[in-house]
Structures are given as structure tokens and as C-alpha cells.
């Protein structure tokens, strides 16, 4: 059942709308004519708190990676520990040819989004739009850092105070490609105190850069 009433997270709480170090996502893009392209990726993190940037890696013959740098769009989208949309992550990541619309093909739907190009996946429950700040080809893979400019979430999986509420997000992470049958969920929480209350020594000044 695909949650329809998405809310705008403000601006101030987007650091708190992520909800892990890292999660299996769903990007979607367009290419120049407007066509949508949708892949998963095992690991997509948060790499700035203020302002948010969000980092992926794409192969370099991937539509993901063209589209990227033609376009300077993406939307994450969280894949939530649901056995449909984890097969569907399953499905959008298959080599299709180029101009395939992997969602339709998946049974996934898209909705626009808010402020970028690429449609948000209307089955997921969270989604961040991004605009590229900058890429590096490295190896096999192009390193992309986007800067993140909306955040939607239903409404049912954030409380009052924009804080997340997991037993509804159910974010998984993706085991990657040596376990590419498996996925776990990632949304057990436990409160972790702070045992160690000795003061904490001044740093050393940092050392200044050599010329």
C-alpha cells in the first residue's frame, strides 16, 4: 500500500530526517530528454550535518553516472524493509539499455518531485532531492556529492518534533555484492549512554600546512 500524504521536512530538521550512516536507497535521475532512470545503491551516505550533502558511488557505464553529470539532479529514495520494494531495489539495479524506465517495469511509481527534475518513488517513505556539488572519477566508479535541497517523508514515519519514527521508516540496509540476495533491517534502536565523565584533555593546536 503506497502512503499518499508526504510532508515537506523544514530546512532546519534535514539533518535529523537521515536516519543512518548509511542505507539502501533507490536513485533515481533523468537523462537530457527527460527520461527516468532508477538504480540501487547499497551505500549512500550523509558526509556534511550543516548544510547536508549526501554521497553515492556509480559505475561508470551506468545510466546513473551519465545522467548525473549531464543533468546535476538525483533523488534518494530510503527502501524501507518491505519484501515488494526490496525486490523491486533488486529489479531497478538489472542492466537494462539505456531510455528503460525501471520503475514502471519494477511496479514502482513515481511522483514528481518538489524542487529538482527526477521523480520521487512514491513507495518508499522518505526521499531526498539533491543537486550535485561536485564528482570525482576514481577507479571504475564516479564519486558524487550532492547538496541536499528538499526532504519528504510520510507523515506517518516522523513525529511532532520532526525526529523519526523507525517502527514506521523501516529503513534496510543492502548486504552488496557478495550477499546480493540479502538485506537487513536497520531500525532496532537502543539508547547508549555516555559512561565516561573524566575531563577530556585540551587538544594540541593543529599543525599549520606547509607552503
Not at 4 to 26: F, H, Q, R
Not at 146 to 154: P, Q, S
Request: negative net charge; charged residues 20%.
Amino acid at each position: 500500500m503506497i502512503a499518499s500524504n508526504k510532508i515537506a521536512v523544514p530546512e532546519k530538521e534535514w539533518d535529523y530526517a537521515w536516519p543512518l550512516g548509511s542505507t539502501a536507497v533507490m536513485i533515481t535521475t533523468v537523462d537530457t530528454e527527460g527520461r527516468v532512470n532508477a538504480a540501487g545503491f547499497a551505500t549512500c551516505v550523509r558526509v556534511a550535518h550543516n548544510p547536508v550533502f549526501i554521497s553515492f558511488t556509480s559505475g561508470l557505464r551506468n545510466d546513473t553516472h551519465r545522467n548525473v553529470l549531464d543533468t546535476g539532479e538525483f533523488v534518494v529514495n530510503l527502501v524501507p524493509f518491505d519484501q515488494r520494494i526490496m525486490q523491486a531495489t533488486r529489479v531497478v539495479g538489472l542492466p537494462f539499455p539505456t531510455g528503460v524506465n525501471e520503475l514502471e517495469i519494477a511496479g514502482l511509481t513515481a511522483i514528481p518531485s518538489t524542487v529538482v527534475a527526477p521523480p520521487r518513488i512514491a513507495d518508499c517513505h522518505a526521499h531526498f532531492e539533491c543537486k550535485v556539488e561536485w564528482t570525482k572519477q576514481w577507479d571504475t566508479r564516479l564519486m558524487v556529492v550532492g547538496r541536499l535541497v528538499a526532504v519528504t517523508i510520510d507523515e506517518d514515519c516522523i513525529d511532532e518534533n520532526w525526529r523519526i519514527r523507525w517502527e514506521n521508516l523501516k529503513p534496510a540496509s543492502f548486504c552488496g555484492a557478495p550477499y546480493q540476495q540479502f538485506f537487513v533491517p536497520s531500525y532496532q534502536t537502543t539508547f547508549v549512554d555516555m559512561v565516561y565523565t573524566d575531563p577530556i584533555p585540551p587538544r594540541a593546536n593543529a599543525v599549520p600546512a606547509s607552503h
